[in-house]
């Protein structure tokens, strides 16, 4: 693993040096000072002073100068933990309210927002080390959500070969017993997964319902965590494309001991399938924000796209009278950039591809579309009953920015 230390000389950027070297299976350190004016020699000594104190751990430490830097020095350190590949920023933390606006420090908060590298926030708390603190790996807890991601959470921290106690925490919003049951045998077979008979740890399990910042930093003080390890993300957040997920702002803001946040590998479940017709409403729930369409058992086929079970995108084949048309693509603004629309028409095509098929395409489309085999028609070539679907247009469909289209059955 390799670390940077961001660096002001500061006590808080001290904490954080000074645990820094608790962290399992470094194998490089770079201290990095970043100034908006020049670096003095009393400056330099400092530096070669704090390599001398990790690299007294067995790291393998250097520092770097970046000075009179024009830009935000979150921005410089963001780049430089590009450039040199690192794994983890340890930044200190300067405590919430102390510095007007910002919750963690001007630099800390930026990095909490922007940074794609996993981030480990000591708090200045720990700052004083002695015997009567324990080491931040030695008592963790992990909120996790049962899905894709945090099973990635947990294969990494199987992969730091870490000793002591772990805690998996799932905090729900239902208050269901029965929920609240099946949620804790998930998170057993969780740490049975991650166990895997070996004896380096002890792994406790807890499904809580409550509000989840304030149930997790509740359950931090009560088993005195050490430290609290989870996601940047949980699903939601990534498919909406947050940069950061509530909970995890909401903690690394509240949390009075360290918090380590995973920047986690995405590999979502993403599955593309034709929609059972009780699941109908779940399509017409994502058309409400683009005109209220609703699905017709009788004469409908919608394919949809799920990930992580949740429905993200949809599309329609309508039977008519006299044709098939293919309308009703639509992907929630929330959702776009994954492209998921994609497993939803391969969905469609699959199972309506064997008639001919019929659309009504936006401009910007034809080429997406025509990688399906449509191809552009004349406006009188569409079966009556399609084509009166835009008389509104009054036989100018190219002025409504509208172009007509057909697939031949079977396929390109």
């Known amino acids: 693993m390799r670390i940077l230390i961001p660096t002001d000389f500061s006590d808080y950027s001290q904490a954080a040096l000074r645990m820094a070297s608790e962290i399992p299976g470094i194998s490089d350190a770079i201290i990095l000072h970043v100034t908006e004016g020049n670096i003095t020699g009393k400056d330099r000594e400092k530096l070669e002073k704090e390599c001398s104190l990790l690299s007294?751990?067995?790291?393998?430490?250097?520092?770097?100068?970046?000075?009179?830097?024009?830009?935000?020095?979150?921005?410089?350190?963001?780049?430089?933990?590009?450039?040199?590949?690192?794994?983890?920023i340890v930044s200190g933390a300067r405590g919430r309210g102390k510095v007007g606006r910002y919750l963690l420090g001007s630099v800390s908060d930026n990095l909490l927002l922007n940074v794609s590298r996993d981030l480990l926030i000591m708090q200045y708390p720990r700052y004083v080390k002695n015997s009567m603190y324990p080491d931040i790996f030695d008592n963790v807890l992990i909120p996790i959500e049962l899905s894709s991601i945090s099973y990635e959470i947990l294969a990494f921290v199987k992969s730091l070969n870490i000793k002591g106690q772990i805690t998996l925490l799932h905090v729900t919003n239902s208050a269901d017993y029965a929920n609240i049951r099946s949620l804790r045998e998930q998170l057993k077979d969780a740490a049975d997964r991650m166990n895997n008979g070996d004896e380096r740890y002890s792994i406790s399990v807890l499904a809580l319902h409550g509000d989840r910042v304030n149930t997790i930093l509740s359950v931090a003080e009560t088993l005195q965590a050490t430290m609290i390890l989870l996601s940047r993300f949980g699903h939601l957040d990534y498919l909406k494309k947050a940069k950061i997920g509530a909970t995890v702002a909401g903690v690394a803001a509240r949390a009075e001991i360290p918090v380590y946040i995973r920047y986690p590998e995405i590999t979502l479940q993403v599955q593309g399938r034709l929609l059972d017709?009780?699941?109908?409403?779940?399509?017409?729930?994502?058309?409400?924000?683009?005109?209220?369409?609703?699905?017709?058992?009788?004469?409908?086929?919608i394919s949809g796209t799920f990930a992580e079970g949740i429905l993200v995108s949809v599309a329609r084949c309508r039977k008519h009278p006299d044709g098939y048309e293919v309308d009703s693509v639509f992907t929630p603004e929330a959702y776009r950039g994954h492209g998921f629309a994609k497993y939803a028409m391969d969905s469609l095509i699959r199972s309506c591809g064997d008639h001919r098929l019929f659309m009504h395409s936006t401009r910007a489309l034809v080429d997406w579309y025509s990688s399906y085999g449509f191809k552009k028609i004349p406006e009188e070539n569409l079966p009556k009953t399609i084509r009166d679907r835009y008389a509104f247009a009054l036989g100018n469909l190219e002025g409504a920015g509208v172009v007509p289209m057909m697939r031949e059955p079977g396929g390109l």
Do not use: C, M
């Open 56 to 88: 007294s751990s067995d790291i393998k430490t250097r520092f770097r100068i970046i000075e009179n830097v024009k830009q935000p020095i979150g921005e410089a350190i963001r780049d430089i933990a590009e450039e040199e590949r690192i794994d983890t």
């Open 277 to 301: 017709y009780d699941e109908f409403p779940l399509a017409e729930v994502l058309w409400e924000k683009y005109h209220q369409q609703t699905g017709d058992p009788k004469r409908d086929t």
